[in-house]
């Protein structure tokens, strides 16, 4: 248990479908951050909240859209994905950048 | 910009066996570097770090240098359980970034 509590698991959506993922975070950080996970690739870092503000998006495609309502929670909201974007995403938190702490990951397969 | 290559997987090896995973890596200034750890179906965790160069990161029997002449943050156990079986990846932090830059991961099987 890291703290980081990421839903739901698994995710198998079609490519019209819209949803959503969730994170949580009960450690008191002040940085969030989604990573996707792709095999034999490096991890890619999507978007960084710093207190609720993104202060990055690395290029992500508009279909992918961040919330961060507060600094505990962290939703990737997904809309018209590409089979390509079937991945494990990871939420991640930190105090400060300099040790950060996953959740489990939600497994995504769009059809 | 700042990134880190580690060697390919998979590697698989008998326990009590020696691992090293490679890592090198490309970045200005003074970087910290990590190796964080991936056991199955879970999260990544953070396995040992160094902040300067000729630090030495351990934890759980594995050890890594901060070599920086040759840019290198080489990954070592002497002898490893079957529970060491994981995906491991090296990162790096710039000296003036908050960002963490992972590698594409190793995965290590260890047989019994």
Redesign the interface.
């Given at each position: 248990e890291?703290g980081?509590t990421?839903t739901p698991r698994h995710l198998v959506m079609g490519m019209t479908n819209k949803k959503s993922l969730k994170c949580e975070q009960h450690l008191g950080h002040n940085?969030m951050y989604w990573?996707k996970?792709s095999a034999?690739?490096?991890?890619e870092?999507m978007f960084?909240y710093?207190f609720k503000e993104q202060t990055?998006n690395n290029s992500v495609p508009s279909r992918f859209s961040p919330e961060c309502p507060n600094s505990s929670h962290l939703f990737l909201h997904l809309h018209t994905l590409q089979p390509e974007d079937s991945a494990l995403y990871?939420c991640?938190s930190?105090q400060?950048?300099e040790?950060?702490?996953?959740?489990?990951?939600s497994r995504l397969t769009v059809l | 910009g700042d990134?880190?290559t580690q060697m390919?997987g998979p590697v698989t090896l008998s326990e009590e066996a020696f691992l090293t995973i490679n890592c090198t890596y490309t970045a200005t200034g003074y970087p910290s570097l990590f190796w964080?750890v991936q056991y199955p179906?879970?999260?990544?965790?953070?396995l040992l770090?160094a902040t300067k160069a000729d630090d030495k990161g351990s934890n759980k029997g594995f050890e890594a240098t901060y070599r920086k002449e040759t840019t290198s943050f080489h990954l070592e156990k002497g002898s490893v359980q079957v529970s060491d079986s994981a995906v491991y990846?090296c990162a790096l932090?710039g000296s003036n970034?908050?960002?963490?830059?992972?590698?594409?991961?190793t995965t290590v099987t260890v047989r019994a």
């Open positions: 890291t980081v990421q940085a990573y996970q034999k690739k490096p991890l870092l960084v710093n990055e990871l991640a930190s400060g950048g040790k950060l702490f996953f959740g489990e990951g | 990134s880190v390919e964080y179906g879970e999260g990544l965790q953070l770090k990846f932090r970034d908050y960002k963490l830059s992972f590698g594409a991961g």
